[in-house]
């Protein structure tokens, strides 16, 4: 897959289009994206598959209440190369994208440097200022362009969309199994196994650090059951997502100890996964307080 800015005019005579924020790659963005895929197996014409996001959520420029991004750049890169996209161009969305107009950022942008022969989008996708790019213009302004346009209905979770903000909104409750299901795969926290203040070892429960991604938006602090991966190995695992209360900190993070496991992986990419929640972070009033909790926080999670 080749990552390409905005400036620059895709290598290739025709393809196969799609544009959202796609924050966080859920179940109704891979409906979308998988029909980017079966169109370049069934055209007629020679499409290379070409995705358009944002390297920034809009909401951040827009609202003062972003609550950060579901996923990292990072992660939705890997994930669009797994998934064989040709093309990836990471939109940043600033003032000058917000203020122009949807006739223009058609023309020079999905005509102009994308080639588009065909187009999909969500069916409820809007773009340019004012929000004017709507379905009904698209639907114009692709006849006379010559692309194809689809619109992909959006995927239902118990009866309601699938959004990017009711994961979000489930994750602050904790409701991780439910965030999994519109996600399409496990709540995960990416990062590099960092040095800690080596309190858990102790108390007997060692646990590894793993920095968390700017801008990333975290679930409800808490404890949770689940696994963590490392060096492509699965560990079963507590994990705690906080400011560990206890101790006095006030940084967030976020930490597991993995079950019958004490070696040394600082520096190591780990992935935290969250299946289920066991209980909100509380402040102890002394570490014998706090080991006696994970012994029974452990046990609850073992005996689910």
């Known amino acids: ?59 951040e420029l ?70 004017k790019g709507n379905l009904a213009f698209l ?44 996600l399409g795969r496990k709540v995960m926290i990416k990062g590099i196994v960092e040095k800690g203040n080596q309190l858990g070892r102790t108390i007997g429960f060692p646990t590894i650090n793993v920095s968390v991604a700017k801008n990333k938006f975290l679930p409800r602090f808490g404890v949770y059951g689940g696994h963590v991966i490392i060096n492509g190995e699965k560990y079963r695992a507590i994990s705690n997502i906080g400011v560990k209360p206890t101790v006095g900190s006030n940084k967030v993070i976020a930490e597991a100890n993995i079950y019958n496991f004490d070696e040394d992986v600082y520096d190591c990419f780990a992935s935290i996964a969250l299946e289920s929640f066991i209980r909100p972070e509380l402040h102890f009033s002394d570490l014998d307080e706090l080991k006696k909790q994970i012994e029974i926080d452990k046990k609850s999670f073992t005996n689910d």
């Not at 799609?18 to 895929?37: A, E, Q, R, S």
């Not at 209905?153 to 994961?167: D, K, M, N």
Request: hydrophobic fraction near 40%.
């Open 139 to 182: 639907e114009e302004a692709c006849k006379k362009a010559g692309i194809d346009l689809y619109v992909v209905q959006r995927e239902t979770y118990l009866g309601a969309p699938v959004s990017s903000s009711r994961i979000r909104a489930a994750l602050e409750e904790g409701l991780v199994f439910e965030a999994s299901v519109m």
């Open 62 to 131: 827009l609202k003062n209440n972003f609550k950060g991004n579901l996923m990292s750049e990072t992660e939705k890169t890997s994930l669009l190369m797994k998934n064989n996209i040709d093309y990836y161009c990471p939109l940043v969305f600033d003032s000058t994208m917000r203020d122009t107009e949807a006739e223009v950022f058609f023309n020079e942008y999905i005509v102009g440097k994308w080639h588009a022969r065909a187009l999909v989008v969500g069916d409820d996708f809007c773009f340019g200022k004012g929000r």
């Open 1 to 59: 897959m080749l990552i390409i800015d905005q400036k620059t005019e895709v290598n290739a005579a025709r393809t196969v289009l799609t544009i959202g924020k796609f924050d966080g790659l859920h179940i109704g963005h891979m409906k979308i994206i998988k029909k980017v895929l079966d169109i370049s197996i069934d055209s007629d014409y020679a499409l290379s598959k070409l995705v358009v996001s944002f390297v920034n959520h809009p909401d």
